[in-house]
């Protein structure tokens, strides 16, 4: 595998990847050792992704790791969380902006399931009322309430 096919791989991944919860700007370098060695920088702005192959020196912070990782992480092989957990992918700089990047929401390419970036991949997407629609039906079953009781004294 050569540098070009492993940042083509990441930024066909990554940039489509869903980063609209990231109001943030957060940069970070990725470092590839060994085989298809080189740098590439991920940039989250505007709530989107950009990758781009160069290195980034005004960066919130950086990743170790080699060519084969980032391959195995796109094709879906293996989380991030395990490649981190692995000593395979090391990530340094600052944390608080570095957290930021669990609200990433990618595909990978085998898999075709949503993962996100540095945290195990999601199994099931249970949606939530919102406080807003919880307000609404206690209004709602309120007014219901009220409208059976004026009834009933009629």
Known sequence: ????????????????????MIFD???VQVNI???????????????SICIEPYDYYDRDGMVDTDGQTIMDICNGLITL????????????GNDEKLAKLREIKYRN????????????PLTKMVKKPSARNADRAAAKAAAEKNSSSKTKSK
Do not use: P, W
């Not at 050792?33 to 709530?47: K, L, N, P, S, T």
């Not at 390419?109 to 195990?120: E, R, S």
């Open 25 to 27: 700007h957060i940069a």
């Open 33 to 47: 050792h060994g085989e298809g060695a080189g740098a590439f920088y991920m940039e989250v702005a505007d709530r």
């Open 81 to 92: 969380n395990e490649a981190v957990e692995s000593g395979r992918f090391v990530l340094y």
């Open 109 to 120: 390419k085998k898999l075709k399931i949503n993962q996100k970036l540095v945290t195990k």
């Open 1 to 20: 595998m050569t540098y070009e096919e492993i940042v083509e791989t990441a930024r066909s991944i990554f940039e489509n990847a869903d980063a609209r």
